[in-house]
């Protein structure tokens, strides 16, 4: 097979970047930042189903998770459900295997010259330093890997019934409102999975809501202001491809 062909390119561009982005979200997730220190901004400590001094305490990872759901909406609408299904599947299927090598990176001996390094003037153990970063616990894998799945099946499901019911007017509504949905979904099972099943956490549900809430709010915040990208993508995407080329795409995604 060749990539000959502009919609076979756009493709390959569209896909690959969707599953770099989901793989690099699993890997910077581990790092936790302020969201209000980030912006230098006073934390806001708020209260929420009993549990007290909640802040936008956010994973990394949902620096690049916007993108992947931008990919996802276009994907969908030039390629249809099979295509975000099949990358989907591919990019849980990478971020398993990634971590499987990583386990296996963390199981090697390390050289003693590199254990011991100075990083910013300060001793640091590398290898512990290593496996604190990557080494993350079975649950928040299977918890992320799941919730992103079931996160992606429901963006693709919602985006085509909207799309049904409104045909090709309010892009935004069918793409940002699939987004909404299915960030709420990844939002609370990823959550769920990780510290409410998982017996070395136990969180109660009011946590689990809390801090749940408190990551949903910050995604929703975001996928709005992220609206203007996603047009801004389709117009280049249709530049691309052309408009009568563009037109049949989108017209075979409807339909499949």
Same mark, same amino acid.
Do not use: C
């Given at each position: 097979?060749?990539?000959?062909?502009?919609?076979?390119?756009?493709?390959?561009?569209?896909?690959?970047?969707?599953? +770099?982005?989901? *793989?690099?979200?699993?890997?910077?997730?581990?790092?936790?930042?302020?969201?209000?220190?980030?912006?230098?901004?006073?934390?806001?400590?708020?209260?929420?189903?009993?549990? =007290?001094?909640?802040?936008?305490?956010?994973?990394?990872?949902?620096?690049?998770?916007?993108?992947?759901?931008?990919?996802? &909406?276009?994907?969908?609408?030039?390629?249809?459900?099979?295509?975000?299904?099949?990358?989907?599947?591919?990019?849980?299927?990478?971020?398993?295997?990634?971590?499987?090598?990583?386990?296996?990176? $963390?199981?090697?001996? =390390?050289?003693?010259? @590199?254990?011991?390094?100075?990083?910013?003037?300060?001793?640091?153990?590398?290898?512990?330093?290593?496996?604190?970063?990557?080494?993350?616990? $079975?649950?928040?894998?299977?918890?992320?890997?799941?919730?992103?799945?079931?996160?992606?099946?429901?963006?693709?499901?919602?985006?085509?019934?909207?799309?049904?019911?409104?045909?090709?007017?309010?892009? @935004?509504?069918?793409?940002?409102?699939?987004?909404?949905?299915?960030?709420?979904? &990844?939002?609370?099972?990823?959550?769920? %999975?990780?510290?409410?099943?998982?017996?070395?956490?136990?969180?109660? @549900?009011?946590?689990?809501?809390? *801090?749940?809430?408190?990551?949903?709010?910050?995604?929703?915040?975001? +996928? *709005?202001?992220?609206?203007?990208?996603?047009?801004?993508?389709?117009?280049? %995407?249709?530049?691309?491809?052309?408009?009568?080329?563009?037109?049949?795409?989108?017209?075979?995604? +409807?339909?499949?």
């Amino acid at each position: 097979m060749t990539y000959k062909s502009k919609e076979s390119r756009l493709l390959l561009v569209l896909g690959t970047f969707l599953v +770099a982005n989901a *793989i690099l979200a699993e890997f910077i997730g581990v790092k936790i930042f302020t969201v209000e220190g980030s912006l230098g901004m006073e934390k806001f400590d708020i209260d929420m189903f009993g549990v =007290p001094d909640l802040s936008f305490n956010m994973s990394a990872g949902v620096v690049t998770w916007p993108l992947i759901f931008i990919m996802t &909406d276009i994907i969908n609408e030039y390629f249809g459900v099979k295509q975000v299904r099949f990358l989907s599947i591919l990019a849980a299927i990478l971020i398993s295997y990634a971590f499987l090598v990583v386990g296996f990176a $963390m199981d090697l001996v =390390p050289s003693d010259f @590199w254990i011991n390094q100075k990083v910013d003037g300060v001793d640091v153990n590398m290898n512990a330093a290593f496996n604190g970063i990557f080494g993350q616990g $079975m649950w928040i894998i299977a918890g992320s890997i799941i919730a992103f799945l079931i996160g992606q099946m429901a963006d693709v499901i919602l985006f085509h019934r909207i799309k049904k019911l409104t045909g090709e007017r309010f892009l @935004w509504l069918r793409a940002t409102g699939s987004t909404l949905v299915s960030q709420m979904i &990844d939002s609370f099972v990823v959550i769920f %999975i990780a510290f409410y099943l998982n017996p070395q956490y136990n969180w109660s @549900w009011q946590m689990v809501a809390a *801090i749940g809430l408190v990551n949903y709010t910050y995604k929703f915040i975001v +996928a *709005i202001l992220m609206t203007p990208l996603l047009y801004g993508v389709h117009k280049l %995407i249709d530049k691309f491809l052309g408009k009568d080329l563009s037109a049949k795409l989108i017209a075979e995604a +409807a339909k499949a």
